[in-house]
Protein backbone atom coordinates (compact mmCIF):
# COMPACT_ATOMS: atom_id res chain seq x y z
CA UNK A 1 0.00 0.00 0.00
CA UNK A 2 1.37 3.61 -0.68
CA UNK A 3 2.03 5.87 1.52
CA UNK A 4 3.35 9.73 1.74
CA UNK A 5 7.39 8.67 1.12
CA UNK A 6 6.22 7.32 -2.06
CA UNK A 7 5.69 10.61 -3.66
CA UNK A 8 8.70 11.57 -5.67
CA UNK A 9 9.80 14.81 -7.05
CA UNK A 10 10.33 14.77 -10.70
CA UNK A 11 11.32 18.07 -11.77
CA UNK A 12 9.36 20.54 -10.21
CA UNK A 13 6.61 18.13 -10.16
CA UNK A 14 5.30 15.49 -7.76
CA UNK A 15 4.35 12.09 -8.95
CA UNK A 16 3.14 8.95 -6.78
CA UNK A 17 2.34 5.44 -8.13
CA UNK A 18 -1.27 4.35 -7.47
CA UNK A 19 -1.50 0.67 -8.61
CA UNK A 20 -2.36 0.68 -12.61
CA UNK A 21 -1.91 4.60 -12.80
CA UNK A 22 -0.04 7.29 -11.09
CA UNK A 23 -0.76 10.87 -10.93
CA UNK A 24 1.49 13.89 -11.22
CA UNK A 25 1.22 17.26 -10.60
CA UNK A 26 1.14 20.28 -8.46
CA UNK A 27 -1.37 22.25 -6.08
CA UNK A 28 -0.91 25.33 -4.13
CA UNK A 29 -4.25 27.70 -3.87
CA UNK A 30 -4.19 30.25 -6.05
CA UNK A 31 -0.95 29.41 -7.52
CA UNK A 32 -1.79 26.43 -10.09
CA UNK A 33 -3.52 22.91 -10.04
CA UNK A 34 -2.82 20.58 -12.59
CA UNK A 35 -3.01 16.71 -11.77
CA UNK A 36 -2.21 14.19 -15.03
CA UNK A 37 -2.31 10.63 -14.86
CA UNK A 38 0.40 10.02 -17.61
CA UNK A 39 -0.33 6.61 -18.58
CA UNK A 40 -3.79 7.87 -20.06
CA UNK A 41 -2.62 11.27 -21.38
CA UNK A 42 -5.34 13.19 -19.18
CA UNK A 43 -4.94 16.02 -16.90
CA UNK A 44 -7.13 17.59 -14.31
CA UNK A 45 -7.29 21.36 -14.43
CA UNK A 46 -4.44 23.56 -16.13
CA UNK A 47 -3.54 26.11 -14.11
CA UNK A 48 -0.04 26.98 -16.00
CA UNK A 49 0.71 24.72 -19.05
CA UNK A 50 4.10 22.76 -18.02
CA UNK A 51 5.58 21.32 -21.14
CA UNK A 52 4.67 17.34 -20.28
CA UNK A 53 0.91 18.17 -20.99
CA UNK A 54 0.98 19.37 -24.39
CA UNK A 55 1.37 15.38 -24.92
CA UNK A 56 -1.89 14.86 -23.51
CA UNK A 57 -5.21 14.13 -25.30
CA UNK A 58 -7.97 15.22 -22.71
CA UNK A 59 -8.36 18.31 -20.16
CA UNK A 60 -10.76 18.56 -17.40
CA UNK A 61 -11.37 21.72 -16.08
CA UNK A 62 -13.01 21.79 -12.76
CA UNK A 63 -14.08 25.63 -13.14
CA UNK A 64 -12.94 28.89 -14.31
CA UNK A 65 -10.84 30.48 -11.60
CA UNK A 66 -6.90 31.27 -13.29
CA UNK A 67 -4.81 29.06 -10.86
CA UNK A 68 -6.82 26.20 -12.54
CA UNK A 69 -7.54 27.31 -16.16
CA UNK A 70 -4.67 29.86 -17.21
CA UNK A 71 -2.95 27.46 -18.88
CA UNK A 72 -5.41 26.25 -21.64
CA UNK A 73 -4.38 29.64 -24.11
CA UNK A 74 -0.87 28.28 -23.92
CA UNK A 75 -1.78 24.53 -24.73
CA UNK A 76 -3.56 25.27 -28.02
CA UNK A 77 -0.61 27.57 -29.37
CA UNK A 78 1.73 24.47 -28.35
CA UNK A 79 -0.59 21.58 -29.78
CA UNK A 80 -1.02 24.47 -33.06
CA UNK A 81 3.36 24.66 -32.87
CA UNK A 82 3.39 20.98 -32.93
CA UNK A 83 1.19 20.10 -35.62
CA UNK A 84 -1.14 17.88 -33.32
CA UNK A 85 -4.96 18.29 -33.27
CA UNK A 86 -6.82 20.53 -31.73
CA UNK A 87 -6.88 19.77 -28.06
CA UNK A 88 -10.16 18.92 -26.20
CA UNK A 89 -11.12 20.90 -23.02
CA UNK A 90 -13.92 19.45 -21.08
CA UNK A 91 -15.81 22.19 -18.71
CA UNK A 92 -18.48 23.26 -17.09
CA UNK A 93 -20.86 25.36 -19.57
CA UNK A 94 -20.58 28.63 -18.33
CA UNK A 95 -17.16 28.67 -19.27
CA UNK A 96 -17.27 28.21 -22.89
CA UNK A 97 -18.38 31.25 -23.86
CA UNK A 98 -15.87 33.39 -22.34
CA UNK A 99 -12.88 30.87 -23.40
CA UNK A 100 -14.38 30.88 -26.73
CA UNK A 101 -13.49 34.85 -26.95
CA UNK A 102 -10.65 34.87 -24.76
CA UNK A 103 -8.89 32.20 -27.15
CA UNK A 104 -10.41 34.16 -30.23
CA UNK A 105 -9.03 37.75 -29.17
CA UNK A 106 -5.60 35.66 -28.63
CA UNK A 107 -5.80 34.45 -32.19
CA UNK A 108 -6.36 37.64 -33.49
CA UNK A 109 -3.86 39.36 -31.28
CA UNK A 110 -1.13 36.88 -32.59
CA UNK A 111 -2.09 36.90 -35.60
CA UNK A 112 -2.91 33.00 -36.00
CA UNK A 113 -5.75 30.79 -37.06
CA UNK A 114 -6.15 28.61 -34.05
CA UNK A 115 -8.25 25.41 -33.53
CA UNK A 116 -10.25 24.53 -30.47
CA UNK A 117 -12.57 22.35 -28.90
CA UNK A 118 -14.26 23.65 -25.47
CA UNK A 119 -17.15 21.29 -24.31
CA UNK A 120 -19.79 20.79 -22.01
CA UNK A 121 -19.21 17.31 -20.38
CA UNK A 122 -21.39 14.67 -22.00
CA UNK A 123 -24.06 12.59 -19.60
CA UNK A 124 -22.71 9.68 -20.48
CA UNK A 125 -18.80 10.39 -20.05
CA UNK A 126 -15.86 10.45 -21.86
CA UNK A 127 -14.12 7.04 -22.98
CA UNK A 128 -10.39 7.64 -22.95
CA UNK A 129 -9.56 4.39 -24.41
CA UNK A 130 -11.68 1.11 -24.63
CA UNK A 131 -10.74 0.45 -21.02
CA UNK A 132 -11.24 4.30 -19.12
CA UNK A 133 -13.82 6.18 -18.90
CA UNK A 134 -14.01 9.63 -17.27
CA UNK A 135 -17.75 11.25 -15.83
CA UNK A 136 -18.56 14.69 -13.98
CA UNK A 137 -19.87 15.07 -10.56
CA UNK A 138 -21.23 18.24 -9.06
CA UNK A 139 -18.96 20.51 -6.24
CA UNK A 140 -19.92 23.48 -4.82
CA UNK A 141 -17.29 26.63 -5.51
CA UNK A 142 -17.99 29.92 -5.96
CA UNK A 143 -18.85 29.51 -9.43
CA UNK A 144 -19.62 27.09 -10.97
CA UNK A 145 -17.62 23.67 -11.01
CA UNK A 146 -17.16 20.09 -11.10
CA UNK A 147 -15.21 17.26 -10.39
CA UNK A 148 -14.08 13.86 -11.94
CA UNK A 149 -14.19 10.57 -11.58
CA UNK A 150 -11.92 8.11 -13.54
CA UNK A 151 -13.66 4.73 -13.74
CA UNK A 152 -12.21 1.39 -15.05
CA UNK A 153 -14.21 -0.84 -17.12
CA UNK A 154 -14.18 -4.35 -17.98
CA UNK A 155 -16.94 -7.17 -19.00
CA UNK A 156 -17.24 -10.32 -16.77
CA UNK A 157 -19.38 -13.39 -18.20
CA UNK A 158 -22.49 -13.18 -15.78
CA UNK A 159 -22.76 -15.96 -13.32
CA UNK A 160 -25.42 -17.93 -14.37
CA UNK A 161 -23.40 -18.54 -17.65
CA UNK A 162 -19.59 -19.48 -15.70
CA UNK A 163 -20.13 -22.92 -15.64
CA UNK A 164 -21.16 -23.55 -19.21
CA UNK A 165 -19.06 -25.28 -21.61
CA UNK A 166 -17.29 -23.22 -24.65
CA UNK A 167 -19.82 -24.57 -27.31
CA UNK A 168 -22.83 -23.72 -24.95
CA UNK A 169 -21.92 -20.06 -24.51
CA UNK A 170 -20.91 -19.68 -28.27
CA UNK A 171 -24.56 -20.95 -29.09
CA UNK A 172 -26.07 -18.26 -26.55
CA UNK A 173 -24.32 -15.74 -27.96
CA UNK A 174 -25.13 -16.37 -31.50
CA UNK A 175 -28.87 -16.50 -30.50
CA UNK A 176 -28.12 -12.85 -28.84
CA UNK A 177 -28.45 -13.28 -25.46
CA UNK A 178 -26.02 -10.96 -23.62
CA UNK A 179 -23.61 -13.37 -21.61
CA UNK A 180 -21.56 -10.79 -20.29
CA UNK A 181 -22.22 -8.09 -17.65
CA UNK A 182 -20.06 -4.22 -17.98
CA UNK A 183 -18.01 -3.70 -14.61
CA UNK A 184 -17.45 0.20 -14.06
CA UNK A 185 -15.04 0.56 -10.91
CA UNK A 186 -14.19 3.96 -9.85
CA UNK A 187 -10.96 4.43 -9.64
CA UNK A 188 -9.56 8.04 -9.22
CA UNK A 189 -12.19 10.88 -8.41
CA UNK A 190 -10.89 14.66 -8.16
CA UNK A 191 -12.13 17.70 -7.42
CA UNK A 192 -11.32 21.04 -7.59
CA UNK A 193 -12.00 24.39 -5.32
CA UNK A 194 -15.42 22.94 -3.31
CA UNK A 195 -16.92 22.74 -0.53
CA UNK A 196 -18.04 19.78 1.83
CA UNK A 197 -20.83 19.01 0.32
CA UNK A 198 -19.40 17.19 -2.63
CA UNK A 199 -19.07 14.15 -0.75
CA UNK A 200 -23.17 14.24 0.65
CA UNK A 201 -24.40 15.01 -2.64
CA UNK A 202 -21.70 11.97 -4.42
CA UNK A 203 -22.10 9.74 -1.66
CA UNK A 204 -20.50 6.91 -4.52
CA UNK A 205 -16.89 8.43 -3.76
CA UNK A 206 -16.96 7.41 -0.54
CA UNK A 207 -16.09 4.32 -2.33
CA UNK A 208 -13.64 5.53 -4.80
CA UNK A 209 -10.28 4.06 -4.85
CA UNK A 210 -8.31 7.26 -4.35
CA UNK A 211 -10.17 10.53 -3.89
CA UNK A 212 -7.86 13.77 -4.76
CA UNK A 213 -9.92 16.65 -3.15
CA UNK A 214 -8.60 20.40 -2.57
CA UNK A 215 -8.12 20.98 1.60
CA UNK A 216 -7.39 24.86 1.25
CA UNK A 217 -7.05 25.29 5.77
CA UNK A 218 -6.44 22.57 8.11
CA UNK A 219 -5.61 25.06 11.41
CA UNK A 220 -6.87 27.72 13.25
CA UNK A 221 -5.32 30.07 10.35
CA UNK A 222 -8.96 30.44 9.10
CA UNK A 223 -12.10 29.37 10.77
CA UNK A 224 -14.49 26.72 9.16
CA UNK A 225 -16.72 29.89 8.38
CA UNK A 226 -14.12 32.04 6.24
CA UNK A 227 -13.20 28.47 4.42
CA UNK A 228 -16.77 27.60 3.76
CA UNK A 229 -17.46 31.20 2.70
CA UNK A 230 -14.59 31.53 0.05
CA UNK A 231 -15.98 28.02 -0.98
CA UNK A 232 -13.38 25.99 0.46
CA UNK A 233 -12.68 22.90 2.58
CA UNK A 234 -11.16 23.00 5.85
CA UNK A 235 -9.56 20.03 7.03
CA UNK A 236 -11.90 19.70 10.07
CA UNK A 237 -14.99 19.41 7.84
CA UNK A 238 -13.25 16.60 5.87
CA UNK A 239 -12.32 14.45 9.71
CA UNK A 240 -15.71 14.21 10.02
CA UNK A 241 -16.26 12.02 7.02
CA UNK A 242 -12.93 10.24 6.96
CA UNK A 243 -14.89 7.13 8.96
CA UNK A 244 -17.31 6.80 5.85
CA UNK A 245 -14.80 6.47 3.30
CA UNK A 246 -13.96 2.75 1.71
CA UNK A 247 -11.41 3.32 -0.87
CA UNK A 248 -7.47 2.94 -0.37
CA UNK A 249 -6.21 6.65 -0.19
CA UNK A 250 -7.44 10.19 0.35
CA UNK A 251 -5.04 13.00 -1.51
CA UNK A 252 -5.25 16.48 0.08
CA UNK A 253 -4.49 19.26 -2.34
CA UNK A 254 -4.56 22.63 -2.82
CA UNK A 255 -3.35 23.81 0.65
CA UNK A 256 -3.46 27.41 1.36
CA UNK A 257 0.70 29.14 1.28
CA UNK A 258 0.13 30.12 4.83
CA UNK A 259 0.56 26.66 5.55
CA UNK A 260 3.96 24.35 5.53
CA UNK A 261 4.37 20.78 4.85
CA UNK A 262 5.20 19.71 7.64
CA UNK A 263 2.54 21.34 9.31
CA UNK A 264 0.03 19.66 7.80
CA UNK A 265 1.98 16.44 8.36
CA UNK A 266 1.49 17.75 12.34
CA UNK A 267 -1.99 18.61 12.06
CA UNK A 268 -3.05 14.96 10.42
CA UNK A 269 -0.72 12.88 12.85
CA UNK A 270 -2.62 14.90 15.92
CA UNK A 271 -6.02 15.00 14.65
CA UNK A 272 -6.63 11.61 12.80
CA UNK A 273 -7.65 8.48 14.83
CA UNK A 274 -4.72 5.51 14.09
CA UNK A 275 -6.74 3.51 11.88
CA UNK A 276 -7.48 6.32 9.59
CA UNK A 277 -4.04 8.07 9.55
CA UNK A 278 -2.61 5.79 7.23
CA UNK A 279 -5.33 6.92 4.41
CA UNK A 280 -4.80 10.13 3.97
CA UNK A 281 -1.62 11.14 1.96
CA UNK A 282 -0.97 14.78 1.20
CA UNK A 283 0.46 16.22 -2.33
CA UNK A 284 3.61 17.77 -1.62
CA UNK A 285 4.22 21.35 -2.74
Known sequence: MVNQKDFFQN???FKIKLGEISIEGISMAG??????VPELKICFDVGYSHPKLASHKFYFITHGHMDHAAGIPYLVSNKALNKQKPPRFY????????MNSILSLWAKMEGHDYKWNFLEMEKEGVWINPHYQVVSFKTFHRVESQGYLLRSFKEKLKSQYRDLDAKKIAELKNNGVE????????LLAVTGDTKIEFLTENPELYNVKYL?????YATDVKSIESCREWGHIHFDELLVHLPKFKGEKIILKHFSRRHTYQEILKVLDEKC?????????????
Open 11 to 13: GDL
Open 31 to 36: ICTHIS
Open 91 to 98: MPKSMIQP
Open 179 to 186: IQEKIFSP
Open 212 to 216: LVECT
Open 273 to 285: PPELREKVLILPW
